[in-house]
């Protein structure tokens, strides 16, 4: 069908598949979304407010970047982080790379653990064997992370205390 009043090299095929455009749409909202690089340093930290989880995909060497920034809580950690696994197209062939330098809420056992069962969950039992770097400056995180690996051995993830070292590792394993 075409629209009435046009040549018809010009005109626009109209069918009854209206999800089909909204598709298309939504995936080139999430393209721009996450196309944006990351730049955040210490001398150039992004602003804490709003809490938030930005995300950041490196195509050209499979990274997904995420970014926590101010105070999160876990709910709203868990839940920001589910959104984004959802709108990224094949998620299972990106390692991953989670900076914790500008968050300043608790990034605890029980945060770690509900992720990687959600993870789990995602990839319904099938997970990737994907690399997860972490960068935190914390040592309590740092070992957190070595306690975590020692109890899911299924999982490949590494604490780092500089986003050069984390991109290193994840490096080696292309």
Same mark, same amino acid.
């Given at each position: 069908?075409?629209?009435? +009043? ?26 721009? *979304? ?35 920034? +101010? ?36 990034? +605890? ?16 039992? *099938? ?18 992370? *070595? ?15 500089t986003k050069q070292k984390a991109m290193d590792w994840l490096a080696e394993a292309t």
């Amino acid at each position: 069908m075409t629209i009435s +009043g046009k040549k018809p090299e010009n005109s626009t095929s109209l069918t009854n598949d209206t999800t089909a455009s909204v598709r298309s749409l939504k995936a080139k909202e999430i393209e721009l *979304k996450y196309a944006t690089p990351l730049f955040y340093s210490s001398d150039d930290p992004p602003t804490p407010k709003p809490p938030r989880v930005e995300c950041y995909l490196d195509r050209e060497n499979h990274i997904r970047h995420m970014v926590y920034i +101010g105070a999160l809580h876990h709910d709203q950690l868990v839940r920001e982080v589910l959104e984004i696994w959802q709108n990224i197209n094949h998620l299972d062939k990106y390692n991953n790379l989670i900076d914790l330098r500008f968050h300043k809420g608790d990034v +605890g056992w029980h945060t770690v653990k509900e992720i990687g069962r959600q993870w789990d969950l995602f990839f319904e039992g *099938k997970a990737p064997p994907v690399r997860t770097a972490f960068i935190s400056r914390h040592i309590a995180f740092n070992l957190l992370i *070595k306690a975590m690996q020692a109890l899911a051995p299924e999982h490949t993830f590494q604490a780092f205390k500089t986003k050069q070292k984390a991109m290193d590792w994840l490096a080696e394993a292309t």
